[in-house]
T-cell receptor, first 112, second 114 residues
Framework: DAKTTQPNSMESNEEEPVHLPCNHSTISGTDYIHWYRQLPSQGPEYVIH???SNVNNRMASLAIAEDRKSSTLILHRATLRDAAVYYC?????????????FGTGTRLKVLA | ETGVTQSPTHLIKTRGQQVTLRCSSQ?????VSWYQQALGQGPQFIFQ???????GRGNFPPRFSGLQFPNYSSELNVNALELDDSALYLCASSSYRTRPYEQYFGPGTRLTVT
């Protein structure tokens, strides 16, 4: 199974952009890249996903390297409510191979 | 719109016993996934069910089994409980056709095995 590697923790000042990196050097052609975040005492929450092209939504942007071996989640303006553990996940979508491989996660601390 | 609910919230079992955890999917969702999250770790994928059939499985032994019912609710059964099974068990639902990538997680069931 392809795996992801993330830094254990990162800090950011409020209102500043945050770039959360993820390495997935063994990614396969059928793996989508997903990002979820988990706030304290809650289940994970979907943030964004992509396959090859960069993606934007109301929560964040996802930048995917051309060789797909790494990606970066970008929070454009961090707020205190963004403090959470961010997980980079690979999802294989072939029939009977659907599985979600969560990484170790990056704990983001936002400083006021 | 009703969110994902799980029961019970907390559970204490003895090693060797069997346990059943329950999950009700969000309205309109037909896919359910189960995860195990040990303290301080990321969620580990157990399996996914779609149309009452298993649609993918993680690296968990056969004593972890599941069911999905016609109303898309689901059960996770664990036999012969071991101490290492102590964890938060999360259920997530999604719509396979429209937005399969967006899972909605429940609050989880905290299982303690003594």
């Amino acid at each position: 199974d392809a795996k992801t590697t993330q830094p254990n923790s990162m800090e950011s000042n409020e209102e500043e952009p945050v770039h959360l990196p993820c390495n997935h050097s063994t990614i396969s052609g059928t793996d989508y890249i997903h990002w979820y975040r988990q706030l304290p005492s809650q289940g994970p929450e979907y943030v964004i996903h992509g396959l090859t092209s960069n993606v934007n939504n109301r929560m964040a942007s996802l930048a995917i390297a051309e060789d797909r071996k790494s990606s970066t989640l970008i929070l454009h303006r961090a707020t205190l409510r963004d403090a959470a553990v961010y997980y980079c996940i690979l999802r294989d979508v072939l029939p009977q191979r659907t599985k979600y491989i969560f990484g170790t996660g990056t704990r983001l601390k936002v400083l006021a | 719109e009703t969110g994902v609910t799980q029961s019970p919230t907390h559970l204490i079992k003895t090693r060797g016993q069997q346990v059943t955890l329950r999950c009700s999917s969000q309205s309109g969702h037909n896919t359910v996934s189960w995860y195990q999250q040990a303290l301080g770790q990321g969620p580990q994928f157990i399996f996914q069910y779609y149309r009452e059939e298993e649609n993918g499985r993680g690296n968990f032994p056969p004593r972890f089994s599941g069911l999905q019912f016609p109303n898309y609710s689901s059960e996770l059964n664990v036999n012969a409980l071991e101490l290492d099974d102590s964890a938060l068990y999360l259920c997530a639902s999604s719509s396979y056709r429209t937005r399969p990538y967006e899972q909605y997680f429940g609050p989880g069931t905290r299982l303690t095995v003594t």
